[in-house]
């Protein structure tokens, strides 16, 4: 009868393997979670409206329906933002690099204005 032979790597071995799928994991996850933040980060700037100099810019948004549009007023006076047909409104008075967030859960057309100023109007079409 003959003795198996039997054939052992050396620890080194094993371990630089180990070492390598653990590297290639962690790697994977970092650039995973970067990806997933650019593409937050770019959602969100693309869901930004802007108050400058007495107007909504962009002037019109188109959303997808779940879309959180931030209004950020960045004039030196105070301004707000209301629906016409009285959807949403800010609670108060924006003033200067304030914020109001609504998230739409519904399509549809919704036009606003600044209820100080009422001749600054915009729309979000929500798709």
Same mark, same amino acid.
């Given at each position: 009868?003959?003795?198996?032979?039997?054939?052992?790597?050396?620890?080194?071995?094993?371990?630089?393997?180990?070492?390598?799928?653990?590297?290639?994991?962690?790697?994977?996850?970092?650039?995973?979670?970067?990806?997933?933040?650019?593409?937050?980060?770019?959602? !969100?700037? !693309?869901?930004?409206?802007?108050?400058?100099?007495?107007?909504?810019?962009?002037?019109?948004?188109?959303?997808?329906?779940?879309?959180?549009?931030?209004?950020?007023?960045?004039?030196?006076?105070?301004?707000?933002?209301?629906?016409?047909?009285?959807?949403?409104?800010?609670?108060?008075?924006?003033?200067? !690099?304030?914020?109001?967030?609504?998230?739409?859960?519904?399509?549809?057309?919704?036009?606003?204005?600044?209820?100080?100023?009422?001749?600054?109007?915009?729309?979000?079409?929500?798709?």
């Amino acid at each position: 009868m003959r003795t198996p032979i039997i054939h052992f790597r050396p620890a080194a071995a094993r371990f630089a393997v180990s070492r390598a799928v653990i590297i290639a994991m962690l790697a994977g996850s970092i650039v995973g979670a970067m990806l997933a933040v650019a593409s937050v980060a770019a959602q !969100d700037a !693309d869901s930004v409206i802007t108050i400058d100099n007495f107007t909504f810019t962009p002037p019109e948004l188109t959303v997808a329906v779940g879309t959180t549009v931030k209004w950020v007023n960045h004039d030196d006076i105070p301004h707000s933002v209301v629906t016409k047909d009285k959807v949403f409104r800010s609670n108060a008075a924006l003033d200067t !690099d304030d914020s109001f967030s609504y998230t739409f859960a519904s399509a549809g057309t919704f036009d606003y204005f600044c209820g100080l100023h009422p001749h600054m109007v915009g729309k979000v079409i929500v798709k």
